[in-house]
Structure formats: structure tokens, C-alpha cells
């Protein structure tokens, strides 16, 4: 499904260049749930951002589906963000004047899905994630939980084949992550690609794969059994 | 998706009260100003356009030659009429009109005033459209005892009653029988009207035969042609059938044209005299304006929107990434200022509808509410929003909707958009270039006519004021006159001393051989006329006490002594078409006419027979009594005439009607632009204080004193209005220079005007954006650290 040859990301400041990503090889199949760790600042979003075409790598290749991303045009990218890939923020990212159900509703809005039809897709979603009774509130009404859960449920109503997220975790309690990382668990059964990152040692068990970012190279990239093992 | 962006528009929209209203009031304003100009647009371009005829109903414009120069006029001669019918065929219809004299209508004891009252041949109602409620247009006329009132007029003689076959006396010497009643013509016309009565028969009555010759240019001629008549042949024909009017043939042959009825109002610029007139140019120049105050607004909110983006850039970047195009988050924007100019016209239609009385003060144009109301506003409206939204709309939602995503999951603050300053600075600078020339402009209209209000015109017109009337024996009504106690003096003439018309030439004088050709204006008036007004002799003296004393005796003006070459010119002879007469004082110039033009050669004499125009001098302040005086006395010698009287000054303000209007007008939109253009810097104003609230937390915390804040946060915006002022004043130069030269006698283009009205311009900026940031620098510095 992806495919990362020897992908190159720097910024320019001045006459200096400053490398996040120095040559990164990566392959991701469709189905698997992988998580991304590295210290902070090891490149790890800018990483995710570039799988999910919200950034552009300076050098390499990257394709997506067999597809050479690098050539996509803006309209290519919104089709793209449409059908094919979601996303969840640590800053959940909700939409500050829209309540919880029209956070859920936007991406069918721009799908062009009629109001008819958006309905039962949201309805379900706030059920399933047990968010009925917010549905009228507005973010800041919100628990960071519930928010995450809207970031959520915003993110897969459109059942996106990937699932990008950044530290999804990062600014709940505990308890509250079980319960998304259980979500993103039951999502990769029914057959998601997900990717992760996250500094949890325990969220990165919910996965199938592990890679360590490290100076900008992939420092380690081994399944979770194995790790497991070796532990 | 249309009603939720509706829905999140109005959202939007109430959750940024403050640029919400500040927007509302400068789009609102401008709206309307814009709405109003349009409509006087509108309806000045609108002239004439009600007749079925347009197309082929053309009027005779004839140029002919008088004394030298050459002028256009709407007048022909009567026997042009029979001649064009006769001898050109592509002609259908050809027809006279002509005005009477102070028309007075009577019936039992009822006298009105009908001063649109024509002479016409029937024909006339085939080539414009008169709507007839009551009679036959084609047989309304057949009878010369008939006449043809407005349903206006007739109302006001007979009530309810029904008016036709009535009989009715015209100026004491015709009796006529109403035979039709038409709508009162709509005030878009060329030509309003009071009565008609048929030309043939009683045109005798008012026009001597001399004056029904083709010597004589006194009858407007009105006609249609076929179909594919070529319009400019048909001119030349009808120029044929002018005899030859002078020994020097071709010099002094008059010829004419033909001018579309449709197209009278407007452009017939051309012709000095005749029917009401409109400016293009001015038209040309409101037009301007009202886009002008449009752009203003329209900046305004471009810019109140785009300098607040940093607070959107979230939710588009976020929308983009669940999916939302380009092109959709466009229309989301865009939906947004459509919401906001759809509430802004209404509020447009409704101050408008409060603004009309004041407009109507300023611009002279009367609009009913009907008119605010009507189809055509409501288009006017449409067309206006729609500008409106080209302009304001378009660009914010380009801009906005053009955040890449990843800008805002970093957070790393906005620069990208702060980076298009650049243009918002433009846009303020656009703003105040028009707006500070709008004001320099203002100022230099105002005090021009404030020069020509204060000038001396080289005469006294304070506490007199002028009647005519139609009085056979002009010194007895004199007489009379001057044994009233309320009134000081009287003096007479044949035309009004604030705008002399008449003149003649022909003339031949001491020094000069064979006739000559130059034009003297000429007025005709009594003993005590230069007593009367202060007129200042230069040489000689005034006419003596007894007319008949001083029959052939001359007096001139400098201007004419010079035109005429005389150095010593008292004592001269002066051969008027074969009467030999001497010339017996020089006076000195005096502004006989507007300020348009140079002080031209005028002559005083006082051979005529008729003295239409009398002027009353009121004993000290009390005009009333003088007023009541003079209307007494002149019911007595003229029982059937309607006094009518009006003081010089408001004469000579007449003269500069329309310039006062435009003047008003101006003014106000100048105010109105320079009002919404702080409205604008007041808005980013608040916005930059609002956004540095902190940053101004911790300068004061660190000891910045309150002025040196208000400095910070003010010197951008002056440096910016500075920058405008520069660019505005050789802007407004050029407009003056050009607006003056239609003033002979002007002010200069002084430079402290520039700079005290460049002052003006920074003074108003500088106190809007001053005022926003003393607040921002009085605020409690602990509290704005705090809040973070
Ligand atoms: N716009 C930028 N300009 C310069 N450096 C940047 C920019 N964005 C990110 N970086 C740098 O890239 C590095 C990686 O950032 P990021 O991918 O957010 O790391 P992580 O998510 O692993 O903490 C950081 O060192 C950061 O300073
Ligand atoms: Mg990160």
C-alpha cells in the first residue's frame, strides 16, 4: 500500500539546511496497524504528515497504491484525504463552531452525501462511540476524551482505507486512552491500515509493528511478537 | 450544503460581533449611498424614455449666427413647419410648440398661474406621448377655442367636478373650452406642461407678424421621421429650406440639425438656452463616486477579514484535510459575504427610504417611497450587492481558503498570512487616496463657491428683490410703488441685472468704418438704476431724469470701451442701425453675469417702451411688510396676473444651482467615503491591539510608558494614511484645476488648502486609530499577562 524509498525532508533556514528525515525506508501493507516511536523531535509527525500528503518530502520516492504521490496536485490530495486516509490530532483539531454532530457530519458534506443519508452514518457512529447526548455541544463543552472520541469518530466516518494519528493518547488520562486505543483496535480488526505514533510503550502493544525513528533514519523496525520476545 | 453554509454563515457571523457590525455599518452605508446615486443616476438618464416615438421623433436644433458668434438653438422659425411638411417626405409628422408669457388662467374668480402653457399643432401628440384621460388627442385641438389641461391643473380649478367643455379664460383675451385633459407628464421630461392650446389662430394673439417670419427664431419643431430615414441628410435638407437670411450669404445662413427627443436631457450641452438640462460629466462623476464608496466599504471587509484569518486558518486547514476542496471552501466564504451583503441591502433599502428627504435637500430629486420600492431600485439593489460581493468577497475567500493544512497542525504561528499585509497595506492606502482627494476636492468646491458668494460683483443686490409682471404702464405701477412706506426704492429694466441675455449688434461708432460685428449685451432701464444698485461711474454720467431727454443717449461698460476701441468714449457718437445717438458715461465693470464667464461688453440704454422686470428695494430688514406692499399694489394694476416675487440673492444662487448641488452632493459623499474609511482602520485597529494585548502587557510591565504604546500601535496606520495623502493631493490638483477652469473668475490652488486639508485627512485617521489604541494602552497591564 505505501512504499518510502530513501525519503529525504529538510528545512531550510538561511543557507543551512537542517535534516528531520535523512532516508527513510519504510513499506506498509494494507491491513496493518503500526506505530511510530522516537524521542520528541525525532521527526516522527513530520513523518505522518508526509504519508498523509499533508507534507512533501524534499528527495525520494513515495508511493501510495502504486502511485507516484510526489506528481499529485492539490485536487488529487483532496480526493485522496476524502476516500483514503483519515486522521486524529493529540490536539483532537475539532472544528470550534460546529457541534459534535456536524464535527462527525463535515467529511460526508464534502463527499457530496445528502442529508438523507448522512444521517444513519453519524447516528451510528455516535452510538457506537456512546456520544449521544453530546451530540448538540460544541467542543469546549467537551472532556479531552470526548473530544478524542469526535476526533474519532470524524476521522472513520468516511471508512478511510488508512488511519493516521498523532499521539491520539497524548493529552488523555489513562483510562480514556485504553478506551480510544481499544477503538483503534477493534478498527484494525474490521481491516484498517493504521498508523500511530505514540511515546506509550503500552499503546504501541495494541499494534502489529513498531518502528524507531532515530536521526532520521529508521532506527528499528520489527513486529511486536519479536519485541516481545526479546524483552 | 448550500443551507448548512448558510447556517455556518450566519454562525460565523454572530460569533465576531464587533467586525460583524463594524462591517455591516460601512457596507450598509455605502450601499446606500451608492443606492441613492444610482437612483439619481437613473433617473437623470431616464429622461424622455416614455415616448413610443423614440427612434424617429427628432427635435430642430438650428445654428444660426448673431452678431458675430455663432450659437445653437432650440428655436426655428414658425414657417419651418409647413415647410418640411411639404417639401420632405421622409418627414410623418412635423409640429410648432412655444410658451406663453406668464400664462394666468381664469375661471369665475378662480386665477392660476399655468406657466407651461404651449402654443402646439396638433401633430404634436403623434410624435410625443401625452397619456389623454379625458378627449381625443386627434380632435382635441380641431377647434382653436379649445385648450388642454393636466389632470393636475384642473384638479386644482374644479375639484371634483368634471372639467370638460368648460370654459376658460386665458391671459384676459382668449375664452376656451376644454376639450381634453392629459396625466401630468412625469418629471423625467424634457418638456413639462401645464395647458396646451392650438397654434394656428391664436398664435396671432402673443407673436407679432415680424416675429412669425423666418427672420425670427421663437418656435421649438418637433418631428418623426420614416423608418431608415437617414437622419443627418434629412438635417441638411431641412437647412436648405432656410432662406437666405443675410447679404453675407453663406457666413450668416443658419442651419440645423436633427436631435433625438430621447436624447434632449443629456446631450444637447451644446445649446445654452431652452430646456432643462443635465451634465453628463456629473453623471460620469457620481457614477465614479458611488464605485468609488463601494470599493471603500468592500476593503473594509477585506480587509477586517483577511487580517483576522489567523482565527480561521484552523478550522480551513482542518476541512481540508476531512476532505473539503478548494473550490468548496470558496463557496463557504463566499456564502458568507453573501449573507452579509444580502442583510446590508435591506438595510440599505431602509435607510435609503430614510435618507430620501435629506437627499432630496441636497440633490433636488424628489424619490417616493414607491420609487425605493419599485423594480427597478429593487434591480438597482441587485446589481449593487452583486458588485459588492465581486468586490469584497472574492479575494478574502481566495486568500483564506489558500492555508495549507500542515500550516496549522504546526501551529508555528501564521506568518504566511501576515506575509500578505502587503496588500491589505494597498488596500488602506487605495482607501485613503480616495478618500483624502475626495476631501482636498470638497474643500476647494466649498470654498469656491464661498468666493463666489462673498465677491464683490461691482453692484448692491442685499435687500432687493425683483417681480416681473405684464403691467402696460410700467411708471405707473412705479409711481404707485414708491409711495409705499415699507419700500426704499424701485427701479425697472427689461431683464434681470443678476444674468443680462439680451444683445444686439450691427452697431456702427465714432472711429469705425462700415457695421460691425461685435456683440454688446444690452439692457434697457430707468434714471435711478444706478443709484438703485451702486453702480460706480467711471466717466461721464447717467441717464438723466427724463427719458425723453436722454432717448439717444448710451452708456457702456469698460469692457465695452474696450471692445469698441474707445479710449475716451464719452461724448462718441454711436449709429444704431441708422439712429445716430451719443454716448454720455462710462461705467465701471460689474459682474452682469455668472462667474463662468468674463465680464463682457454690455450697453445701457433706455428706449424701450416695456419694463417687465421691476426691482424693490425693502426699507431695513423688514421684507415682509415690503413684500405685502408690493403685492397689494400689484393686484391693483394687475388683477389677473399672480405676484410672483424672488430676492437677488436667491437670482444669483440660482446661477450656480446646479454647481450648489453637485457641491452638496459631493461634500456629503466625500464625508460619507471618509467616514467608512475609518470605520475600516478603526476595525484593524482594534484587531492589532487586540492582537497584541499581551505584548503590551509585558512593554508596560517593563516601564513603556502609555504614549510610547499608543505610538507602537498607532505610527503604522498614520505612516500608511501619510503615504495616501501624498498620493492624493496631485490626484486632487489635477481634478480642481480642471473643475475651476469652468469658472472664469476662481479661487487658486493655494498649497495650505492642500495641507491644511491633508491635515483634516491625518487629523480624522489619526484620532479613529488613536482612540483604539489609548484604550488598548490604558488597559490594566497585569490583567492582559494574566489571561494567557
Ligand atoms: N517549519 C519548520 N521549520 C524548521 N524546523 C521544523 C519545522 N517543522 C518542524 N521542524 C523541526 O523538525 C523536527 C521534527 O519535528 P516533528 O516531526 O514534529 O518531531 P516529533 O513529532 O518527532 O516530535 C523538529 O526538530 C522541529 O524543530
Ligand atoms: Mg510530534
Known sequence: MIQLRNLERYYKSGFQKSWVLKGINLDVKQGEFITIMGDSGAGKSTLLQIIGMLDAANKGEYNFFDEEVHRFNEKKRTELYKHYIGFVFQAYHLIDDLTVYENIETPLIYRGIKSKERKPMVAELLDRFNIVAKKDLFPDQLSGGQQQLVGLARAIIGKPKLLLADEPTGNLHTKQGEEIMQLFKELHNEGMTIIQVTHSEKNAQYGDRIVHLEDGYVREDKNVNELLERN | MFLKNIKYAFRNLKRDKFYTVLNGIGLTIGMTVALLIFMWIQDEVSYDNYHSQNGQNYLVVANTSFGGERTWGVRTPAPLQFAIKEQIPEVQKVARTSGLWKPVLKYENFVLSVNKTFLVDAELFQILDFEFLQGDPNTALSNPNSIILTDENAHKIFGNENPMGKTVKLDDKLDLKITGIIKSPPSNTHLPVDCFIPFENNVNQYYSENSMSWRSFNFSTYLTLRPNTDVEKIGKKITTLFPILESEAEKNRSYAELHPVRDIYLGLGKVKFGFPKGDPVTIKLFGWIAFIILLIASINYINLTTARAAHRAKSIGIKKIVGASRSQLIGQHVMETVCMVVICSWGALLLTQFGLPFFKETSGKEFTTQTVFSQTTIGLIGLLALITILLSGIQPAFQLSAFRPVQVLKGSGFKGIDGKSGLRKFLVITQFVSSAALIIC???????????????????????????????????????????????????????????????????????????????????????????????????????????????????????????????????????????????????????????????????????DWFPTMYVKTKGDDAAIAIAAVEKVFKQHSPNEVFKYEFLDETFNNLYKSEMKTGNMFSLFSLIAMIISCLGIFGLATYTAEKRFKEIGIRKVLGASALSIVNLLSKDFLKLVFIALIIAIPLAWYFMKNWLNNFAFHINLDWWVFAVAGLIAIGIALATVVFQSARAAMSDPVESIRSE
Do not use: C
Open chain 2, 442 to 608: 470638497t474643500v476647494f468646491m466649498l470654498r469656491q463657491m464661498d468666493f463666489i458668494q462673498s465677491k464683490k460683483l461691482g453692484y448692491q443686490k442685499e435687500h432687493i428683490f425683483k417681480f416681473t409682471h405684464n403691467v402696460e404702464s410700467t411708471q405707473r405701477l412705479k409711481t404707485a410703488l414708491e409711495k409705499e412706506p415699507a419700500i426704499k426704492d424701485v427701479a425697472i429694466s427689461d431683464q434681470s441685472i443678476v444674468s443680462i441675455t439680451n444683445s444686439i449688434s450691427g452697431i456702427r461708432w465714432e472711429g469705425v468704418d462700415g457695421r460691425q460685428d461685435l456683440q454688446l449685451f444690452s439692457m434697457h432701464t430707468g434714471s435711478n438704476m444706478k443709484d438703485f444698485f451702486g453702480l460706480e461711474m467711471k466717466n461721464g454720467r447717467w441717464f438723466n431724469r427724463s427719458a425723453n431727454l436722454d432717448s439717444m443717449s448710451f452708456i457702456l461698460n469698460e469692457s465695452a470701451a474696450k471692445a469698441m476701441n474707445l479710449d475716451q468714449p464719452v461724448g462718441k457718437w454711436i449709429d444704431m442701425w441708422g439712429e445716430r445717438g451719443t454716448i454720455v458715461g462710462l461705467v465701471k465693470d460689474f459682474h452682469f453675469q455668472s462667474f463662468h464667464s468674463e465680464i463682457k461688453p454690455l450697453i445701457f440704454r433706455q428706449t424701450a
